[in-house]
């Protein structure tokens, strides 16, 4: 069966400092892949997707970039951490020819 | 991606039927209807989703118009367990992206 793991489950960086999130699916290949931001009460905010390694579409402007090194891994980044980049993000994958998502647990950043 | 329209919040007493509306009036012929919920500090989890009929699982039933501008959701007993948010999004087999609005917070009291 297809798992996806998400990974640190909690992190608080200083402004100014990287940030480097992991996420890897397992037991799938080629997915789609997204990375989510959720402020708080607020609904999912689509950030980034990748539809092959190596190929990645933004759908924000914004301090953070996402890369596909590997099929099914999909790194989310920042070089400087700004305060607004507080929220909890969250990973998710899609079969090529469906469109059911499965997400990952996501990771609160806190960014002080 | 069709845009969807959901009431922020709901209240259900606990073991009756939790209704969720949803209004899709822009979907197009290809774009199914899918439901995930959110429980607090956790990734969606998938719920039902269709195309024009309805649709039943373990989880929920999936009501949608003939005319396929809205649907409801409906949970036959609510359990505490499922307070949550609730998303509806509309998306097409050909899509990529999913996009996710606000959805209702439903709150099951005892």
């Known amino acids: 069966s297809q798992t996806i793991h998400q990974w640190p489950a909690t992190l608080v960086q200083p402004v100014g400092s990287p940030l480097s999130l992991e996420c890897t699916v397992e037991?799938?290949?080629?997915?789609?892949l997204y990375w989510y931001r959720q402020a708080a009460g607020r609904g999912l905010q689509l950030l980034f997707y990748?539809?092959?390694?190596?190929?990645i579409s933004s759908e924000v402007p914004q301090n953070l970039s996402a890369s596909r090194p590997q099929d099914r891994q999909f790194i989310l980044s920042s070089k400087k951490l700004l305060l607004s980049d507080s929220g909890f993000y969250l990973c998710?994958?899609?079969?090529?020819?469906?469109?059911?998502?499965?997400f990952g647990q996501g990771t609160r950043l806190t960014v002080v | 991606d069709a845009k969807t329209t959901q009431p922020p919040s709901m209240d259900c007493a606990e073991g009756r039927a939790a209704n969720l509306p949803c209004n899709h009036s822009?979907?197009?012929?290809?774009?199914?209807v899918y439901w995930y919920r959110q429980i607090h500090s956790q990734g969606p989890q998938y719920i039902i989703h269709?195309?024009?009929n309805n649709e039943t699982n373990e989880m929920a039933s999936l009501i949608i118009t003939e005319d396929r501008k809205s649907s409801t959701l409906i949970l036959p007993h609510a359990t505490l367990r499922d307070t949550a948010v609730y998303y509806c999004?509309?998306?097409?087999?050909?899509?990529?992206?999913?996009?996710f609005g606000a959805g209702t917070r439903l709150f099951v009291k005892a």
């Open positions: 998710a994958w899609t079969p090529g020819a469906t469109t059911e998502a499965f």
């Open positions: 037991g799938t290949s080629n997915p789609n």
């Open positions: 990748s539809v092959g390694i190596g190929q």
């Open positions: 822009t979907i197009s012929g290809n774009e199914y």
């Open positions: 269709g195309l024009k």
């Open positions: 999004i509309v998306r097409g087999t050909g899509g990529f992206k999913t996009i």
